[in-house]
C-alpha cells in the first residue's frame, strides 16, 4: 500500500477509483467476468479464472530447487522474462527436471517469476548452455 503525504494521497485515491471504474465498466461492456474491487472490498469472480493442478503440485519443489540446485543457467525460454533459470534434476517418473525462473525485483531484491517441470531433452529451450554457477 502506498502511503502519500497531503494532496497526492488524495489524487492516488482519485486515481485508483477512476482506475476501478473502468475496470469494472469495460469488461461489462463485452459481456465478460473479471475479478473487480468496489472501495476498499475487493469481490473475486472465480468462475473467471482456472487452476492448473500440475503447477499446483510442483509448489512444494520450489523452496528446494532455489536452495539446493544442480546449477544456474542464463534464461533463454522464448516467453517468461526473467535472467537466471535454477535447474534440479530429480529421479521422478516423467518430467526429470525442475525450473525456476527468477528475475530482479526493484525493492525486493530476486522474485520468482514461474517453477515447471520438464523433460531434460528440453532443457535447452529454456537454458542457455553456459552455467552461471554449477553444484560441487
Not at 474491487?37 to 472465480?46: A, H, I, P, T
Not at 509448489?59 to 543457467?73: E, G
Not at 522464448?78 to 525462473?101: C, F, I, Q, T, W
Amino acid at each position: 500500500m502506498l502511503l502519500l503525504p497531503g494532496k497526492r494521497s488524495t489524487r492516488l485515491i482519485a486515481t485508483l477509483r477512476f482506475q476501478n471504474a473502468i475496470s469494472g465498466f469495460v469488461p461489462s461492456l463485452l459481456g465478460r467476468n473479471f475479478a473487480t474491487r468496489e472501495g476498499n472490498l475487493s469481490k473475486f469472480v472465480d468462475a473467471a479464472y482456472t487452476v492448473e493442478i500440475g503447477r499446483v503440485r510442483t509448489l512444494f519443489w520450489v523452496p528446494d530447487v532455489i536452495t539446493d540446485p544442480h546449477a544456474i543457467h542464463p534464461n533463454a525460454h522464448p516467453v517468461v522474462a526473467g535472467d537466471e533459470v535454477y535447474v534440479k534434476r530429480y529421479d521422478k517418473n516423467g518430467s526429470e527436471v525442475k525450473l525456476v525462473v527468477m528475475g530482479p525485483s526493484e525493492n525486493r531484491g530476486r522474485v520468482i517469476i514461474t517453477s515447471f517441470l520438464t523433460d531434460i531433452s528440453d532443457l535447452g529451450n529454456y537454458i542457455k548452455e553456459a552455467a552461471i554457477w554449477t553444484k560441487k
